[in-house]
Every structure is written in structure tokens, then in C-alpha cells.
């Protein structure tokens, strides 16, 4: 019954929705898109690292691709790592399963309420993401065409792979699908990174098949925070221009997935900044207090540029506020400086002032500590 259910829904969302809510499939689109959009690409980004947060109370580790931008078109294209593409036959019955790596416009994967893609697309992973969670997009200028053009030709790769069953390659042990262990988001960028574009020097986790368990591979898993972080870093080495736009969540989506199967409106779902692999991860409740996630989260802050928003009584979109961008070195400096305070100062359990400023609003999971005035 539910998987005909969830059939029917496919179905229905490949025709016109007259009617359908504001922050459903087949809705309407915010108003002020286009103009913001303007505002956005009027920046000579070159790429855009989306970083999205986690809707689970534990272990939100969020999700990775990679927006490029193209110089002759209006939009960029989202590359991002299927999670229903590991050969499992409920996935394929249900959902859109034909690459690995989905090619998606950049305005539909953040704010779209109908995908070019697939009629079996998932609202809210390939297409609308802000509807159902809040995005990091770390922006990076001064990349060479070449460079993108490797990117690009490397995905490719993977889904050619992947359409072939090929096994063993140089990016992954066994058959190329998706696993969220083994060859997950945040691996596969980081594989178009290493392999595709020459960063040689870039750290990926490899944890093999034969003799591994799901537990000692979680333990060697790229987590996407991590992933973003050790990025951000190889283009700083290489000049790059970096900045941060924060796109928020839109808190009053009802729309509940039928094929989950808890039945939670997208409103009601946690929005977690992405959690490092650490003390943090399982955390239920409390704040993150691990000295990795409190750099991130200044890091990301301290390169902020925008935030974005959906205005909940007008469903407009908005600039909500902007500012000027630290440059990375003294960006970094001061984010390790302020994480290395604050981890201790929690570590103590004791109410104290946070020295950094997080990116983004308070995690759902806080509870003791005192916030800085005017934090976003």
C-alpha cells in the first residue's frame, strides 16, 4: 500500500498542481527569485559549494555537491551524489535512479517546486532543498576554465561508471553505486577534486570492502563538513577568492514525504548544522561543542557575505542581510583562535560567552549556553 501510494504521488507530480501550497511539489515559486538571483551572480564566483544541513535529531552529518558555473548560461549546474542510486530494488521502483551523479539547475536544487530531472526526483533532496533544510554555499572565484571543465568531464566519468557496473576503479573499491559509507557525497566531489581536477594533495578516506565492518567503515567515512573544510583549504593554497552565502530554511513547508516512514511535515523536521565525525555527532541534545564543528561554523560565518531567506508572511525572497567577507587567512585565524576558547570553555559546564559567532541560526540541539547579541 505504500509503495503504491508513494507511485500515485510520483505520478501526480508530473502534472500541472493547480492549487498546490506554497512550499510543495507543483507550488508556486517565491517571489523575487529572479531579482535576488541577479544580485547573486553578479559576483564572478566560479563555483559554489553546497553544504546542506541535516534533518535528522542524530548524526546529521548533511549532504555535499558542487554547484559550476557555466559563462554562457543563466544558471549554474548542481552536481550532486545520488543516495538512491545503490542497485536496491524499492529505489528503483520509487525514486529516480538513472545517474549517480545528478545534474540538476542551481535555482531548481535550492528553490524549484517541480524538476527537470525526473517525475521520480525527491522534493527536497533534488530539487527545492531550502524547503525542507538550511544550505551552506562557499563560493570560489579565480577558477580556471580548464579546471571546471575537469569537474565537469569527471562526473561524467562516475556516471558512466556507474551506467557500466565497473568495479576497482581509482576513486573507489568495489562496484561504483552509491553507498552512504563508501562512496557517498562527499566522496564523490572530493574524487572529481582529486582525480578529475589534479588537487593531488587532497585528503579522501578509502575505507576498503574485504574484511571491513559498517562500523569501522563509518569510522573512515568522508562526513561532508570535513570534506568542505579540507577544500576550502587547497583553494586558499591556490589563491582562490572565497566567500559564504547562507541560504535558511523556509520554516513553513507541510509537506510530508510519503516514503518515509515517520510522517513529518518538512516544518517539523530538525535543522542541523552538518556535524564532523566526533563527540558531537550522536549528540540528542546540548550544543556542538567539539572544537571541529565550532571552527566550521566560525569559519563559515567569518566568510559570510549573504543570508538568504523565503519571507515567511510574504513567501518573498530576500537578501536578509549581508556583510563584508574576512579574507580565509585572517577568516581561519580567527576561527581556530575562537573554536580553541570555546571547546574549552564548554568542556567545563559551565554558562560563559561564546567567543566565535556560528553561521546560521542557533542549532535546534542548544540549551544552556548564552549566544552572542545579534548572532545569526
Known amino acids: 500500500m505504500k509503495r503504491l501510494l508513494g507511485a500515485i504521488l510520483v505520478c501526480l507530480a508530473a502534472l500541472p498542481c493547480l492549487g498546490a501550497d506554497f512550499a510543495t511539489p507543483g507550488g ?8 535576488v538571483d541577479r544580485q547573486l551572480r553578479a559576483d564572478a564566483y566560479d563555483l559554489e559549494l553546497l553544504i546542506s544541513f541535516g534533518t535528522s535529531n542524530g548524526g546529521s552529518a548533511g549532504h555535499l555537491a558542487l554547484a559550476i558555473r557555466d559563462a554562457a548560461g543563466d544558471d549554474d549546474l548542481v552536481y550532486s551524489a545520488n543516495f538512491y ?34 517525475p521520480k526526483a525527491s522534493f527536497g533532496l533534488d530539487f527545492g532543498e531550502v524547503y525542507k533544510r538550511s544550505l551552506i554555499g562557499v563560493r570560489v572565484t579565480g ?27 581509482e576513486y573507489h573499491d568495489g562496484e561504483v553505486s552509491y553507498d552512504y559509507l563508501r562512496l557517498n557525497c562527499a566522496k564523490t566531489v572530493g574524487s572529481a577534486f582529486k582525480f578529475g581536477a589534479g588537487y593531488a594533495e587532497l585528503p579522501i578516506s578509502a575505507p576498503r570492502l574485504p574484511g571491513r565492518t559498517r562500523a569501522v567503515a563509518a569510522l573512515n567515512a568522508n562526513i561532508p563538513t570535513e570534506m568542505a573544510i579540507k577544500l576550502i583549504e587547497a583553494w586558499a593554497a591556490r589563491g582562490y577568492g572565497l566567500d559564504v552565502v547562507l541560504y535558511k530554511k523556509y520554516r513553513g513547508s507541510p509537506y510530508v514525504d510519503p516514503h518515509e516512514e515517520e510522517p513529518v511535515a518538512f516544518r517539523d523536521l530538525p535543522d ?7 563527540r558531537d ?26 543570508s538568504i531567506q523565503i519571507n515567511e508572511r510574504t513567501q518573498r525572497l530576500e537578501i536578509e542581510r549581508h556583510k563584508h567577507p574576512m579574507a580565509y587567512p585572517e577568516a581561519a585565524r580567527q576561527a581556530a583562535e575562537s573554536a580553541r576558547t570555546d571547546a574549552d570553555g564548554y568542556s567545563r559546564h559551565r554558562p560563559f560567552r561564546p567567543k566565535g559567532t556560528r553561521i546560521g541560526e542557533k542549532p535546534d540541539n542548544t540549551h544552556l549556553y548564552h549566544f552572542p547579541a545579534g548572532a545569526e
Not at 272 to 278: A, M, T
Open 28 to 35: 508556486p515559486l517565491p517571489a523575487g527569485l529572479a531579482a
Open 281 to 306: 555527532f550522536r549528540r540528542e541534545a546540548g550544543a556542538y561543542e567539539d572544537y571541529d564543528n565550532l571552527y566550521a561554523m566560525y569559519l563559515f560565518f567569518n566568510l559570510g557575505k549573504y
Open 272 to 278: 542541523r548544522f552538518p556535524s564532523v565525525l566526533s
Open 143 to 169: 577558477v580556471p576554465a580548464a579546471e571546471k571543465a575537469a569537474l565537469a568531464t569527471y562526473f561524467q566519468r562516475i556516471n558512466d561508471d556507474f551506467q557500466a557496473r565497473a568495479r576497482d576503479t
Open 85 to 118: 542510486a545503490d542497485r536496491a530494488p524499492e529505489h528503483a521502483a520509487d525514486f529516480y535512479t538513472d545517474d549517480l551523479m545528478v545534474r540538476i539547475p542551481k535555482r531548481e536544487y535550492l528553490f524549484g517546486t517541480r524538476s527537470s530531472v525526473s
